[in-house]
């Protein structure tokens, strides 16, 4: 415990689905503990000359990453796996074996499919919660998928942060325990009451940084993105920039309905 972590959100996962009903862009989270590099999720395809920049930005190269935290097996968080030659795949066994059970061209992204990730000769399997590097632990929770796993960071002097993953992908999911785009709607309640139960920082799926207060969930920063429209399309002789922007909010936390199952009697 006397170890100190560096933390560095990489890419910041956006709120918000787009009309044609997809998630907008993950997070990707850096994580130094001691020796291990860590990497939380890989981001989209999209995100792979971003990646790269950002990495770059804070001094750390593709082929330094030790290790790779892959918290479920949407195309979303893991397609840029094949990016970091040398480092262990880590995953929970119950998402291995899910994903190796969908067919071809399922969301599930087929080139994570056992046959090739297994090619790879460094995956490591998480069956039970354990401490991975110094200070840095999975947390199993299932729900969203039937494997998918947060980490837990719990160090002296920084608040216990959770990278979550997709066990919780915004603000509004911390603060109801409410999902939807889940393949199991009561399993994901119960990971989002656990993980809101442990954490004073949460690293959500899809969405700012979030503090967990007593009462309420709060951002701790903004979401911000912009489209690029070139020449010509908008305005005669200039780019619009057109941006997205999602503001520091907060919400109130929804106290448990009677008779919940995690409520104590
Ligand atoms: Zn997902």
Known sequence: MSNRLRMEVVIQGFPGKTLLGSLSWSSVVYVEAGKHKILFDTGGPSKRGRLKQHLGN???????????????????????????????????????????SRPVSSFAFPEVYFEVIQKTRRVSLIRKDEEIAPGVCTLFAPGHTPGSMALVLRVPDMPVTVLAGDAVKNMAELATAAVDMSLDNSL????????????????????RILKVEQNAISAVTEAREGVLVPPDVMEPGKKVLLDLVVP???????PCIPNCPCTPN
């Open 58 to 100: 804070i001094g750390v190269a593709p082929e330094d990453i030790t290790m790779l935290i892959l918290s479920h097996f949407h195309d979303d968080h893991v397609r840029n796996y094949d990016y970091f030659p040398q480092a262990e795949i880590v995953m929970h066994e119950k998402e291995y074996e899910w994903g190796r």
């Open 188 to 207: 994901s309640s119960a990971s989002i009451r656990a993980i809101r139960d442990i954490a004073e920082i949460v690293v959500p799926g899809h969405d």
């Open 248 to 254: 520091i909010t907060a919400m109130p936390i929804t």
